[in-house]
T-cell receptor
Framework: EAQVTQNPRYLITVTGKKLTVTCSQN?????MSWYRQDPGLGLRQIYY???????DKGDVPEGYKVSRKEKRNFPLILESPSPNQTSLYFC???????????????FGPGTRLTVL | AQKITQTQPGMFVQEKEAVTLDCTYD???????LFWYKQPSSGEMIFLIY????DQQNATEGRYSLNFQKARKSANLVISASQLGDSAMYFC???????????????WGLGTSLAVNP
């Protein structure tokens, strides 16, 4: 089954304790992206990756790191989490658009993070 | 300025009736894509339908159709024959500059909460 998986699904942590949210897709997609969803702000892009070893900042990259060592994996790293990073995080992937049917982005199930 | 505007924070509809969720957008790109996603209370983001700016016909996917009015910059989602399982948040999103091929970032509206009444 084609899917994007994220782990953990739920996480409560404390300020300053490094954490990693994993994201993996089994569709051989080149493009992957991280979003955070906050009430009143909608979804905002954190980082994206066009392919292995190619990553770039989105709209809200501060406080986050990513890596893309393998095509299937795109982990999101919070080196020193703070309470303002409490949010719902989504990983997404897509293949290069060839026609109208290829513009779909596949989303993971989301990771609900609380930083105390 | 908001690039995607969803003016209805909440909507109610009777089961089996049709409902239209509004979305207006703002872009100067001649080439763009418009998407609708559904987010149930469980939190996952489910793709519903896509409309390309150059598509001549309105997109349809089962009970979902997109009423695309390019001159008015609107892309309303129409759900026909509503079901109880349609109760969820619905998000309109846009991807600009389709031909650039780089960041495929989606720009999102704030969503409309739809409740289907039995």
């Amino acid at each position: 089954e084609a899917q994007v998986t994220q782990n953990p699904r739920y996480l409560i942590t404390v300020t300053g304790k490094k954490l990693t949210v994993t994201c993996s897709q089994n569709m051989n997609h080149e493009y992957m992206s991280w979003y955070r969803q906050d009430p009143g702000l909608g979804l905002r892009q954190i980082y994206y990756s066009m392919n292995v070893e190619v990553t770039d900042k989105g709209d809200v990259p501060e406080g986050y790191k990513v890596s893309r060592k393998e095509k299937r994996n795109f982990p999101l790293i919070l080196e020193s989490p703070s309470p303002n990073q409490t949010s719902l995080y989504f990983c997404a992937s897509s293949s290069p658009p060839r026609d109208r049917w290829d513009n779909e982005q596949f989303f993971g199930p989301g990771t609900r993070l609380t930083v105390l | 300025a908001q690039k995607i505007t969803q003016t209805q924070p909440g909507m109610f509809v009777q089961e089996k009736e049709a409902v239209t969720l509004d979305c207006t957008y703002d872009t100067s790109d001649p080439s763009y894509g418009l998407f609708w996603y559904k987010q149930p209370s469980s939190g996952e983001m489910i793709f519903l339908i896509y409309q390309g700016s150059y598509d001549q016909q309105n997109a349809t996917e089962g009970r979902y159709s997109l009423n695309f009015q390019k001159a008015r910059k609107s892309a309303n989602l129409v759900i026909s024959a509503s079901q109880l399982g349609d109760s969820a948040m619905y998000f309109c999103a846009m991807r600009e500059d389709l031909n650039a091929g780089n960041n495929r970032k989606l720009i999102w509206g704030l969503g409309t909460s739809l409740a289907v009444n039995p």
